[in-house]
């Protein structure tokens, strides 16, 4: 059975940072790329990061390119997302999902995914 859990969120100040986890049991990690993402109050849920998990290719969506990291951690099974600079409009609720890939874009990734967690609140205050 796969559960899958995200932590870290929190409330910050505009310009705070926060760093995400996510771990996920019952799960091969290695034939996946693992991805965040959030969904905001009264909007859909859009996909912001992700990361193949054998190669460590990146992607990010241009609303938070430059501003947050997404690294994994072979030996834990761990997916991390370092949030900097964050802005009020980051506020939401953040997910990890997986997909087998390849990458195709935020439209189809993890479309498939039917294991979500409960999800970490972030929110960012102006």
């Known amino acids: 059975q796969v559960h899958v859990v995200e932590s870290g969120g929190g409330l910050v100040q505009a310009g705070g940072s926060l760093r995400l986890s996510c771990t996920a049991s019952?799960?091969?990690?290695?034939?996946?790329?693992w991805g965040w993402f959030r969904q905001a109050p009264g909007k859909e849920r859009e996909g912001i990061s992700c990361?193949?998990?054998?190669?460590?290719?990146?992607y990010y969506a241009d609303s938070v390119k430059g501003r947050f990291t997404i690294s994994r951690d072979n030996a834990k099974n761990a997916v991390y997302l370092q949030m900097n600079n964050l802005l009020p409009e980051d506020t939401g609720m953040y997910y990890c999902?997986?997909?087998?890939?390849?990458?195709?874009?935020?439209?189809?990734?993890?479309?498939?995914?039917?294991?979500w967690g409960q999800g970490t609140q972030v929110t960012v205050s102006s």
């Open positions: 999902a997986a997909d087998l890939g390849p990458f195709h874009g935020w439209a189809t990734f993890a479309a498939d995914f039917g294991d």
């Open positions: 019952g799960f091969n990690f290695v034939n996946y790329i």
């Open positions: 990361i193949t998990w054998t190669s460590g290719s990146t």
